[in-house]
């Protein structure tokens, strides 16, 4: 049974843990590390102390090997020592570890499957933004599967990262017409705005008022780095989510 800690207003649960790693559901609304030594806003980096011993030296990051945004819910991994987080960098370098997400998105997709390959850069205006680009930018490929539609407007897409950009689901997932609800910072044009007309007039209203961008990581796949053994993690929606999809049916 897995189990879990309390940190600021926040229960983190440990979906795994061994003497190495051990591996987290974020809760949205927490950031997964500190900005700088001024912060004082609750992350889960900080959280770590009192729970593990992480013997790690990167001011800031102690433990973090990747990131998830403040808003985004679901599987992250810590790691307990220099060596360990050493060796599971350079598996995300090689693309070595499998990440999907939960989205529910504005818009049907054109097929249910897709790839979306563009490059992601930095807005030259709003350097907190993104937005994919044709010459510039690092290269971004998403993996998309359709799972559901709802109203005709609505999709519960399954997202698969093969890269790790910053914010990469939610510019690939705009940028392909399939902005993801709830998210403030990369909304739909006028055009998705008219294709909603037909989604009950409550539902439209409770969409509009979702809190934070309906985006869940919630399966990992990867070989352990020490033990050599497969490792895979699911993590089911929060009670956010499930929430936006029992209003959906």
């Known amino acids: 049974m897995n189990n879990s800690y309390s940190y600021d207003k926040f229960i983190i649960e440990i979906l795994y843990e061994d003497d190495h790693i051990a591996i987290l ?7 997964t590390h ?45 790691t307990k020592n220099k060596i360990i987080k050493k060796l599971l960098k350079d598996k995300f370098q090689l693309r070595e570890l499998k990440k999907n997400y939960i989205a529910f998105s504005f818009g049907i997709p054109q097929h249910n499957n897709l790839e979306i390959d563009k490059n992601i850069v930095r807005q030259k205006i709003h350097r907190t933004k993104f937005e994919t680009s044709e010459m510039d930018g690092k290269n971004a490929l998403t993996k998309i599967t359709n799972i559901a539609n709802y109203f005709g407007s609505i999709s519960k897409l399954d997202c698969e990262i093969i890269t790790g950009r910053t914010h990469q ?28 007309n037909n989604i009950p007039h409550n539902i439209r209203e409770y969409l509009s008022n979702f809190p934070r961008q309906a985006l869940h990581s919630y399966k990992l796949e990867f070989i352990h780095p020490i033990s ?9 929606l929060p009670i956010d989510m499930k929430d936006l999809e029992s209003k959906l049916k």
């Open 169 to 196: 689901i939610r510019v690939h997932l705009t940028s392909s017409g399939l902005p993801i609800i709830g998210d403030k910072n990369y909304v739909f044009d006028k055009e998705q705005k008219f294709r909603l």
């Open 25 to 31: 559901n974020k809760p949205s609304g927490l950031l």
């Open 228 to 236: 050599e053994k497969l490792i895979k993690i699911t993590c089911e």
């Open 34 to 78: 500190k900005k700088n030594t001024h912060d004082d806003s609750p992350s889960l980096q900080s959280s770590l102390h009192n729970k593990f011993n992480i013997d790690d030296d990167e001011e800031l990051k102690e433990g973090i090997v990747h990131r998830l945004d403040k808003d985004t819910s679901g599987i992250i991994i810590i």
